[in-house]
């Protein structure tokens, strides 16, 4: 990792990154007792931000019940996170498929070998690849 950080804010929460993952600039967080895992063989550019909750309760004022836990992110294999982009709790991203620049992903993307280019995890192109070989 050339700059960056894992933050835990719970005992129990865990970050695990497969191997062959360089990391140009990223801040993961594991907030309460949940996990962030990242598969073998991805890229993070600079600048982003994967986070498994808000660090902060929200209430329900009617039922005074907490509305916001924390949610284990899991990012799979052969995975592009653009920079600046931010991956938030819950999302779960499939295998070879790479995230645009600035998004903040609050959707998971289930279908593998694409590229996603909003919040919603909208998919804009099939049957694609990366590598870090300049063609």
Same mark, same amino acid.
């Given at each position: 990792?050339?700059?960056?950080?894992?933050?835990?804010?719970?005992?129990?929460?865990?970050?695990?990154?497969?191997?062959?993952?360089?990391?140009?600039?990223?801040?993961?967080?594991?907030?309460?007792?949940?996990?962030?895992?990242?598969?073998?063989?991805?890229?993070?550019?600079?600048?982003?931000?994967?986070?498994?909750?808000?660090?902060?309760?929200?209430?329900?004022?009617?039922?005074? /019940?907490?509305?916001?836990?924390?949610?284990?992110?899991?990012?799979?294999?052969?995975?592009?996170?653009?920079?600046?982009?931010?991956?938030?709790?819950?999302?779960?991203?499939?295998?070879?498929?790479?995230?645009?620049?600035?998004?903040?992903?609050?959707?998971?993307?289930?279908?593998?070998?694409?590229?996603?280019?909003?919040?919603?995890?909208?998919?804009? /192109?099939?049957?694609?690849?990366?590598?870090?070989?300049?063609?």
């Amino acid at each position: 990792m050339a700059k960056g950080s894992f933050w835990f804010e719970d005992k129990d929460g865990e970050i695990v990154i497969g191997s062959n993952t360089p990391i140009v600039d990223a801040d993961f967080a594991s907030i309460e007792s949940v996990s962030v895992r990242v598969g073998n063989d991805c890229m993070f550019s600079f600048g982003t931000d994967i986070r498994s909750g808000d660090s902060h309760s929200m209430i329900d004022l009617a039922t005074n /019940k907490r509305i916001n836990h924390s949610e284990d992110i899991v990012i799979g294999a052969h995975v592009w996170i653009g920079a600046r982009a931010t991956v938030l709790k819950g999302v779960k991203i499939s295998d070879h498929v790479i995230v645009g620049n600035r998004l903040i992903v609050t959707k998971s993307c289930i279908k593998s070998n694409c590229i996603i280019s909003d919040a919603s995890a909208r998919m804009i /192109k099939e049957n694609i690849g990366w590598t870090r070989e300049q063609i």
